[in-house]
């Protein structure tokens, strides 16, 4: 009898320090258990004895139109599902998960949702009652609104607000029907991209993600987007977009480089005359030690550098249009 009730210490006591990790204490614990009802963030909760499902703080309202569920995780369990009343008794999610997003629910509508897990013949549920907010002009029914943006010819700025306080926003941009570039994990409610050009129309899209229970990212599954027509500019050709600048690997080389990409130029030519063969060779005094090939930035460009930085400068030749105005 004593081995027996050592046991279920060593196995009960764990599980009290992990409900603590979890910001449960005992006595939340077990008047949790006993009680029929309680109130919970987002609505009435109802707890089913026998491992029901427990919603976490993070379920909640997203949006009018959509409502986001977790629970914890449940280690017994074969499966869990998800059911939304009304309309009808509709399955919505089954499977084994620790949150589910409803995107489909209506402005201003009471729904019950029931989640379910499956230990065997009969399952646990737990429900919770959640009316969604009226939909308002500044809220488009979507958790991430983009409230507005500034444009130069070679940016924009994009500014939105979002309705719960996310903790990183996923950003994907792009030249009207080109492929997205994507910035994760992203902190703040404002983003500039630079190196555009000007009078071509981008789209840029933003959507808010939360860091599950697990650590997990739970995202919802539509972007906030708006399009973006950068103005003309009226300037003068040549000049280059906002973050390059004149390569100058002579006073009238003006395609447009990366900065660093110009203190390399200006360094190779420094070192023209420590790279090249003291005793001539196949190309004559422009003969390049060992390692070493010409750059040829420009027709006639003979100064020796590694054949890395004669890839870039070819490479920035060939992008030279659009990184300039015209």
Same mark, same amino acid.
């Given at each position: 009898?004593?081995?027996?009730?050592?046991?279920?210490?060593?196995?009960f006591f764990?599980?009290?320090?992990?409900?603590s990790?979890m910001?449960?204490?005992?006595a939340a614990?077990?008047? !949790?258990?006993?009680a029929?009802?309680?109130v919970?963030?987002?609505?009435?909760?109802?707890?089913?004895? @026998? @491992?029901a499902?427990?919603?976490?703080g993070?379920?909640?309202?997203?949006?009018?139109?959509?409502?986001?569920?977790e629970?914890?995780?449940?280690p017994?369990?074969?499966?869990?599902?998800?059911?939304?009343?009304?309309p009808g008794?509709q399955v919505?999610s089954?499977?084994f998960?620790?949150?589910?997003?409803?995107?489909?629910?209506q402005p201003?509508?009471?729904y019950?949702?029931k989640?379910?897990a499956?230990?065997g013949?009969?399952?646990?549920?737990?429900?919770?009652?959640?009316?969604?907010?009226?939909?308002?002009?500044?809220?488009? @029914?979507?958790?991430?609104?983009?409230?507005?943006?500034?444009? *130069?010819?070679s940016s924009?700025?994009v500014?939105? *607000?979002?309705?719960h306080?996310y903790g990183v926003?996923?950003?994907?941009?792009?030249?009207?029907?080109?492929?997205d570039?994507?910035i994760?994990?992203?902190?703040?409610h404002?983003y500039?991209?630079n190196?555009?050009?000007?009078?071509?129309?981008?789209?840029?899209?933003?959507k808010g993600c939360?860091?599950?229970?697990?650590?997990?990212? !739970?995202?919802?599954?539509?972007?906030?987007?708006?399009?973006?027509?950068?103005?003309k500019?009226?300037?003068?050709?040549?000049?280059?977009?906002?973050?390059?600048?004149?390569?100058?690997?002579?006073?009238?080389?003006?395609?447009?480089?990366?900065?660093?990409t110009?203190?390399?130029?200006?360094?190779?030519?420094?070192?023209?005359?420590?790279?090249? !063969?003291?005793?001539?060779?196949?190309?004559?005094?422009?003969?390049?030690?060992?390692?070493?090939?010409?750059?040829?930035?420009?027709?006639?460009?003979?100064?020796?550098?590694?054949?890395?930085?004669?890839?870039?400068?070819?490479?920035?030749?060939s992008?030279?249009?659009?990184r300039?105005?015209?």
């Amino acid at each position: 009898m004593k081995s027996l009730q050592m046991l279920c210490c060593l196995l009960f006591f764990p599980c009290l320090l992990i409900m603590s990790l979890m910001g449960f204490s005992s006595a939340a614990y077990a008047a !949790s258990v006993q009680a029929t009802h309680f109130v919970k963030p987002g609505g009435q909760f109802t707890r089913s004895d @026998g @491992g029901a499902p427990v919603f976490t703080g993070s379920t909640r309202v997203l949006a009018p139109r959509w409502v986001y569920l977790e629970w914890y995780w449940l280690p017994d369990a074969t499966g869990v599902s998800v059911t939304r009343t009304p309309p009808g008794s509709q399955v919505f999610s089954s499977g084994f998960a620790t949150s589910f997003t409803d995107q489909s629910a209506q402005p201003k509508t009471t729904y019950t949702y029931k989640v379910c897990a499956y230990y065997g013949a009969a399952p646990a549920c737990s429900s919770i009652v959640i009316t969604t907010p009226p939909l308002s002009p500044s809220s488009f @029914g979507s958790p991430v609104d983009v409230t507005g943006y500034t444009a *130069t010819p070679s940016s924009f700025t994009v500014q939105w *607000t979002s309705i719960h306080n996310y903790g990183v926003y996923l950003i994907r941009w792009a030249r009207e029907g080109q492929p997205d570039t994507q910035i994760d994990d992203f902190q703040g409610h404002a983003y500039t991209i630079n190196g555009l050009q000007p009078n071509t129309t981008y789209v840029f899209k933003v959507k808010g993600c939360d860091r599950s229970f697990w650590g997990t990212h !739970s995202c919802p599954d539509d972007w906030a987007q708006v399009f973006i027509v950068t103005p003309k500019y009226t300037g003068p050709a040549g000049i280059c977009l906002q973050g390059y600048v004149w390569r100058e690997a002579t006073p009238s080389d003006h395609v447009c480089v990366p900065p660093q990409t110009r203190s390399q130029a200006a360094y190779d030519n420094s070192q023209r005359f420590n790279r090249v !063969s003291p005793n001539g060779g196949p190309y004559g005094p422009d003969t390049c030690l060992q390692g070493y090939v010409w750059r040829e930035a420009f027709a006639g460009d003979h100064v020796c550098v590694t054949p890395q930085t004669r890839a870039q400068s070819a490479y920035d030749n060939s992008q030279a249009w659009s990184r300039a105005y015209h």
